[in-house]
């Protein structure tokens, strides 16, 4: 097929028009076939490159807060002594409320970057899926220019098993096109793509 679709790209019109017509017609199907795969393969890889893109750089804006999270930890844990020592400190009145004691500890640290010092002591994992949906949702403007009209584009086609997906992705290009948004979610997609959070996909208007 490869080399009667060669035989058009580089044979002018006039002479492919003297071959037998069924032999002419069988050249031209054969070039059209990998034309239109290279014409359909073009978006496919921009998608996948684009995603891939998108995908590395939420993991190194992740990986970039944990850096930051761990150097405000460092920084401000010398903070957590003078904390402590509210509560062994006689000076400090019985009568003081809880909330007087943790107004008194956020006048040292923030409560945010309390919250990074004790998670750092009880060994808790930084949110690094938290930091990277972070990165997802202060970029989806510009991701939703670049991958709709791709995905809209695309022409996936599933196999027969995939009717769930393959519904799924129908419904989704016709709500992008129509309405510009997502609205329909299939519960039972969640057993496909069982790493991705629910909540992520439902309800997610895609500007």
């Not at 809880?98 to 500890?105: D, N, P, T, V």
Request: aromatic share 14%; proline share 2%; charged share 30%.
């Amino acid at each position: 097929m490869a080399y009667y679709a060669s035989i058009v790209r580089h044979t002018s019109v006039y002479k492919v028009r003297r071959y037998p017509h069924w032999q002419g017609l069988l050249y031209l199907a054969c070039y059209l076939y990998f034309r239109y795969r290279e014409t359909n393969d073009k978006p496919v890889t921009s998608f996948c490159y684009l995603v891939r893109k998108y995908h590395e750089a939420s993991k190194v804006h992740a990986q970039q807060k944990v850096v930051e999270e761990l150097e405000a930890v460092h920084e401000k844990l010398k903070f957590a002594g003078n904390i402590l020592h509210y509560f062994v400190d006689e000076n400090v009145s019985g009568s003081l409320t809880f909330g007087e004691i943790r107004k008194q500890a956020f006048s040292l640290v923030s409560k945010e970057e309390l919250g990074a010092i004790s998670k750092h002591l009880n060994k808790s994992d930084f949110d690094l899926a938290g930091y990277r949906w972070e990165y997802i949702d202060k970029q989806s403007r510009k991701m939703a220019t670049t991958l709709r009209k791709l995905f809209i584009a695309i022409n996936v086609e599933c196999d027969a098993n995939q009717f769930i997906l393959s519904e799924q992705l129908e419904k989704s290009r016709t709500e992008l096109t129509e309405k510009r948004k997502l609205i329909t979610f299939k519960p039972n997609l969640q057993e496909l793509f069982p790493f991705v959070e629910n909540r992520r996909l439902q309800g997610q208007e895609v500007l």
